[in-house]
């Protein structure tokens, strides 16, 4: 029940700002998994001297597993920013979990994974 002159829309306002002061910091909002809009975004790191199409294929394939287990995730497949500035755009919308899929050797593909709740990076 509403107070009283209080509108469905004024509550929803309230209610998206609360959220936006307890799950941000000075540095990012950090969504929780299940409210945010993606749960997930996986990036291709590619090098100079790497297999692109390979880091690619293990993007999309990534992507694809990740959607029948039943996640929001998407891929940011675009060629022109680099991976650092893609980190950044991604961090700012608060997407929780960033997947990286790039090339450690010319014959293995790597992925790393960063939650937003610290600042480590898992391999």
Known sequence: MLPKGLKKLDAL????GVMVMVHGDDR???MPPK??????I???????NA????????CRKTLDTL????????????????????????????????IEIGQKSSAVCSSGQVRKSGHSSEQ
């Open 13 to 16: 306002v309230c209610s998206v």
């Open 28 to 30: 990012r909002l950090v």
């Open 35 to 40: 409210v945010a809009t993606l749960q997930a």
């Open 42 to 48: 996986v990036i291709p790191v590619i090098s100079r």
């Open 51 to 58: 297999d692109a199409e390979a880091i690619l294929e293990a």
């Open 67 to 98: 959607k029948k287990a039943g996640f929001r995730v998407k891929a940011d497949l675009s060629r022109n920013p680099t991976p650092g500035q893609k980190y950044w755009h991604w961090e700012m919308k608060g997407v929780p979990l960033r």
